[in-house]
């Protein structure tokens, strides 16, 4: 044992990590929906869904929280307590709207989108009374549907103590505890869905492990992948399965060295290692390596280094985050 390693030993048996408490045994968060969906005019009062063959925002919802019910045994089971369906365009930072006109023109000509692109979302919070319904316990977080361009993030974490969560953080102590707003596309199908939350959760739980270093730091651990670590592949990340080579390669058939199924032995680790390429994790489809990932994302009683060995709670309630 190196020097090093012999004193951080002894310094944790003299001051070993503060556990946290163990999470509930189900999380049931409760969503505010939003869908900007507006009317048309000039397409006879449809929608802008109707218009342009979008997809049933519902329908979304259904299966998304299907998914994660299902990849976590049933402990994540969200609630959308109330939906807004508003016949309007959000805000971009500078000020600027769509209208109809502007945004099918530059839909179907592929050019001209409004740039800077993001949107305001001190505007959201403020229209929508966010942080009073969050202080007073009527929701938990926040989940945005509009069209491509819209501006959203795919998750934005606000609140005392915000951190980044795969967007810049909007720290705020008119609220009593950090909240998310995910920013879904009414275009696209489920994967992207999970794909956003998947990215909430990788920025969650960097943070929930930066202080372990090393070995220590599990969840460095579960995110290698081949080109990283040649021969010592895990479970790999949201754009990077096991064996891939590139962002998105999820149906790359080469067979590389992994040790994934062994993360659902996790903590009580086997040493179980095989061979794995795309036909483990749904040769491509983006919607079912997801879901593979999500099967293994720890989800057992205990801590581990003083974390808890649930790693859903972390991922969907960032005030269970240190």
């Excluded at 969050?134 to 951190?163: C, H, K, R, T």
């Amino acid at each position: 044992m190196a020097v090093w390693d012999q004193v951080r030993s002894w310094w944790r048996s003299l001051f070993p990590p503060a556990e946290e408490p163990e999470p509930a045994s189900a999380l049931r968060p409760r969503v505010l929906l939003i869908t900007f969906n507006p009317v048309i005019g000039s397409e006879g009062g449809q929608k802008l869904t109707q218009v342009l063959g979008w997809r049933d925002v519902d329908e979304l919802c259904r299966e998304y929280i299907a998914d994660l019910r299902e990849c976590s045994k049933g402990f994540l089971d969200y609630q959308i307590v109330q939906q807004i369906e508003v016949d309007a365009w959000p805000v971009k930072v500078d000020g600027f709207r769509y209208d109809e006109h502007s945004f099918l023109r530059s839909w179907r000509t592929k050019r001209e989108f409004h740039q800077p692109d993001a949107v305001d979302y001190e505007a959201i919070i403020d229209e929508f009374d966010l942080l009073q319904r969050v202080n007073s316990g009527q929701i938990d977080e926040v989940w945005l549907f509009a069209f491509p361009y819209a501006g959203f993030y795919e998750s934005i974490m606000i609140g005392p103590g915000a951190f980044w969560c795969n967007a810049p953080e909007m720290p705020r102590t008119d609220v009593s505890r950090r909240f998310v707003i995910m920013g879904f596309n009414y275009e696209r199908g489920v994967g992207p869905m999970l794909e956003a939350f998947g990215h909430r959760v990788e920025s969650i739980l960097k943070h929930t492990w930066r202080r372990q270093r090393g070995e220590d730091n599990l969840w460095e651990r579960f995110i290698l992948y081949d080109k990283k670590a040649p021969g010592k592949a895990n479970c790999g990340w949201m754009h990077y399965a096991p064996n891939s080579e590139t962002d998105y390669d999820w149906g790359n058939k080469t067979k590389v060295l992994s040790n994934c199924d062994d993360w659902l032995n996790f903590p009580s680790f086997k040493g179980l290692v095989r061979q794995v390429d795309c036909s483990d994790w749904g040769n491509g489809d983006m919607r079912a390596h997801h879901k593979w990932w999500y099967e293994r994302l720890p989800n057992a009683p205990g801590h581990t280094r003083g974390i808890s060995n649930n790693w859903w709670w972390y991922g969907v309630d960032p005030n269970a985050v240190v």
